[in-house]
């Protein structure tokens, strides 16, 4: 089955630097990715969806200049968390799908970010 | 209110009981159902996926689809401690784009 590779797991981060987490489809092309956070015992929050090739659609609220979200190729889109503060800290987990996305969307394993 | 709405528990029932998980929804474009099974601090694993109304089998777990009620239901027959985890639905219209999911329901299954 689709398997989306996510890294890191988790990382911690000083207050201020930049973090860069990827997302890679390992055996099929994702022409749409999604970025979501969850806080915890909270569901999914989407964050963007990014297409292959193009900018990046942001939902409302969401800082694009902070979490800048790049998808360069069909197997790779990158979201990096620019000049972290302490309430960035949560968990952060993309899917992707394949073109017509017929099958529920894949996830990643997740990344866990705490900024100190 | 929200588009999708799913009884967050927590839910607690013995291994080898039937459970029964659920999900109500405002839209009527959605048309895919998913749910997703996640264990914590783990991305959400797909369980069932189901295209309009209609059951859908797949070894202990049944999906139902009911659109004129918009109501969608994950049941887990003889259910096991390793289903303990938190459960959500989710879902999307005919476009291949973002899905709305429910909050989720945690689920203990005791031994």
């Known amino acids: 089955g689709a398997v989306v590779s996510q890294h890191p797991s988790w990382v911690i981060c000083k207050s201020g630097t930049s973090v860069k987490i990827e997302c890679r489809s390992l055996?099929?092309?994702?022409?749409?990715m999604f970025w979501y956070r969850q806080f915890p015992k909270q569901s999914l929050m989407l964050m963007a969806t990014s297409n292959e090739g193009s900018k990046a659609t942001y939902e409302q609220g969401v800082e694009k200049d902070k979490f800048l979200i790049n998808h360069a190729s069909l197997t790779l889109s990158t979201l990096t968390v620019t000049s972290a503060h302490p309430e960035d800290s949560s968990f952060y987990i993309c899917?992707?799908?394949?073109?017509?996305?017929?099958?529920?969307?894949?996830f990643g394993s997740g990344t866990r970010l705490t900024v100190v | 209110q929200k588009e999708v709405e799913q009884d967050p528990g927590p839910l607690s029932v013995p291994e080898g009981a039937i459970v029964s998980l659920n999900c109500t929804y405002s839209?009527?474009?959605?048309?895919?159902f998913m749910w997703y099974r996640q264990y914590s601090r783990k991305g959400p694993e797909l369980l069932m996926y189901?295209?309009?109304?209609g059951n859908k089998e797949d070894g202990r777990f049944t999906a139902q689809v009911d659109k004129s009620s918009k109501y969608i239901s994950l049941f887990i027959r003889d259910s096991q401690p390793s289903d303990s985890a938190t459960y959500l639905c989710a879902m999307r219209g005919l476009a291949a784009g973002k899905s709305t999911f429910g909050d989720g329901t945690t689920l203990t299954v005791k031994p």
């Open positions: 055996d099929f092309q994702a022409t749409t």
């Open positions: 189901t295209y309009s109304s």
């Open positions: 839209n009527s474009a959605f048309q895919y």
């Open positions: 899917s992707a799908s394949s073109a017509g996305g017929e099958d529920g969307y894949t």
